[in-house]
């Protein structure tokens, strides 16, 4: 098998709910829509220049998620980034992740290319950093994790993973307006280099950095409130 024979992943075909949902999750994560935004089903439709039947799927498979949440009396509105929900989604990725990740590190002990996907990953964030494209490096940065279960074979861990990877998409995003794109690109390339070196104990302290301690450094309430103000003159 040719190295691009390898890179080549299969075609999945896409309805207009799939669609719907990819686009809203876009649009989170670009600051399109900030937290606590209503999310309107007839003005989505419309902007979107489809029916309101695939939106009103789309809003309640992302309500489903967590993405979206239905408030008595304010509808429908994109989840909040506060400190306290920030946190408890981090811990959970902590646990699975490092899980995942030392699992890897055995089986790269009889085959180190087990990570090779990994690698690939890392340099397509490479070279979305270089373009600037903070969306593709988002959504690079959560198939990087989601691969990282995904090698180890254990259907059990992507699939208790998996209902995370949209709220983490648009967390990234927003991450992506406040850090160094060309640094999160390194961050991946160093994780994957732990992983292969078979150096438990430093997979461990990087882990805890990369997943807990750094997305907690950022000021997303600052970041929002920026946010909000540039949209408010764009109005004016």
Not at 159 to 183: K, R, Y
Not at 214 to 229: G, N, T, V, Y
Request: proline share 4%; aromatic share 4%; charged share 30%.
């Amino acid at each position: 098998m040719t190295d691009a024979q390898r890179e080549l992943e299969p075609l999945t075909p896409k309805t207009l709910v799939d669609q719907a949902v990819e686009a809203i999750i876009q649009a989170a994560a670009t600051g399109v829509f900030l937290p606590g935004d209503r999310v309107i089903e007839a003005e989505v439709a419309r902007r979107l220049n489809v029916s309101r039947v695939p939106i009103r799927e789309a809003l309640r498979l992302l309500e489903s998620q967590g993405i979206l949440v239905n408030v008595p009396y304010r509808g429908m509105r994109l989840m909040e980034v506060d400190a306290g929900r920030l946190r408890k989604i981090l811990e959970v990725r902590l646990a699975l992740e490092t899980f995942a990740a030392f699992k890897l590190q055995e089986m790269c002990k009889t085959d180190p290319a087990t990570i090779a996907p990994l690698d690939r990953i890392c340099a397509d964030l490479v070279a979305a950093a270089k373009r600037g494209d903070t969306y593709g490096i988002a959504t690079l940065d959560t198939k990087f994790h989601r691969t990282l279960c995904t090698l180890t074979g254990n259907e059990v861990l992507v699939a208790t993973w998996e209902p995370l990877s949209s709220q983490l998409t648009i967390i990234f995003g927003l991450a992506t307006l406040q850090i160094d794109m060309e640094s999160i690109a390194r961050e991946h390339s160093d994780l994957a280099d732990l992983i292969r070196s078979g150096r438990r104990s430093a997979l461990e302290a990087n882990l805890r950095l990369h997943i807990l301690d750094s997305p907690q450094s950022i000021d997303f309430d600052a970041l929002i409130e920026r946010r909000k103000a540039s949209a408010g003159r764009k109005k004016r």
